[in-house]
């Protein structure tokens, strides 16, 4: 199921086939023409910001949000529930009901208007639509990042703690010296998640934003899909692909393996 496609993927990137026609063979010259196709590059600038933005704030996001619900109660079950709700709806209806709220005539500019403040192009101006994706991106997939971080969060055992307590450790000195050091493992695993996802990201794109204004929220994933398969470059199409799923291989292996010489410079 997951080898066969790739197979078959790898082959037609290295040709010239637009869907119907018989493919030709044409080696690397889909490759060769990434590096000097402009609307790559532009994408992938805006995969590079909505990648580190989002991982960065979800980490952090999720776990701030895990440290203050780590304890075991009613009230944090219930705001856990609500932090990883967002996570269960579909990114397609997510995108459409944002849309409906930050549109030119959604609930956020009809709000303004009626206060005399003119309509805010949260999806039409270009350095907002991008804030916009990337807020939306956050709200919708921190909660997963919080249910991993409590998971971590109960295996920390309870004597570190309060040894840190008897010598006098603060709160905020404890969660950064001993806790979050102990869960790394899982911040690793949460980062490689994260970041691999957001590289892939296009659901969201397509109802929120459709890649606009001006191409300022297009993915890499959104131009494969929307611009190359449609366009009818299906060889090229599947190029673009193989090369996404390379670049998410190689940044998954990096983070792991600074993870890893990290952990190797603390035991030794």
Not at 16 to 23: E, P, Q
Not at 47 to 68: D, K, R, S
Not at 80 to 97: D, E, K, M, N, Q
Not at 120 to 147: D, Q, Y
């Amino acid at each position: 199921m997951t080898v066969v496609p790739v197979g078959v993927a790898i082959y037609l990137s290295l040709t010239d086939w637009n869907g119907f026609s018989d493919a030709v063979f044409i080696g690397f010259e889909n490759y060769l023409h990434l590096f000097d196709d402009p609307s790559s590059t532009s994408a992938w600038y805006v995969t590079a910001v909505v990648a580190g933005a989002g991982t960065v704030l979800m980490i952090g996001g999720g776990m701030v949000y895990a440290l203050l619900l780590k304890e075991r109660s009613r009230t944090n079950s219930f705001f856990r529930t609500l932090a990883y709700y967002p996570h269960v709806i579909s990114a397609l209806i997510l995108g459409f009901l944002w849309a409906a709220i930050l549109g030119t005539n959604g609930a956020v500019n009809s709000t303004l208007q009626h206060l005399g403040i003119g309509p805010v192009g949260f999806l039409f101006e270009e350095n907002l639509a991008l804030v916009s994706l990337i807020g939306v991106i956050v709200w919708a997939g921190f909660g997963f990042n919080v249910v991993l971080f409590v998971a971590a969060l109960q295996t920390v055992p309870a004597e570190l703690l309060e040894a840190a307590a008897i010598d006098g450790a603060s709160r905020r000195q404890t969660n950064l010296r001993v806790v979050i050091p102990m869960i790394s493992p899982v911040v690793t695993v949460a980062t490689v998640l994260n970041l691999v996802g957001l590289i892939k990201t296009y659901d969201l794109v397509v109802s929120l934003t459709n890649g606009g204004p001006a191409g300022a929220t297009q993915t890499y994933s959104f131009l494969i899909l929307a611009r190359s398969f449609e366009g009818t470059k299906v060889g090229y199409a599947n190029a673009q692909a193989v090369f996404l799923m390379v670049v998410c291989a190689v940044l998954a292996l990096l983070v792991t393996a600074a993870r890893n010489r990290q952990d190797r410079a603390t035991t030794s």
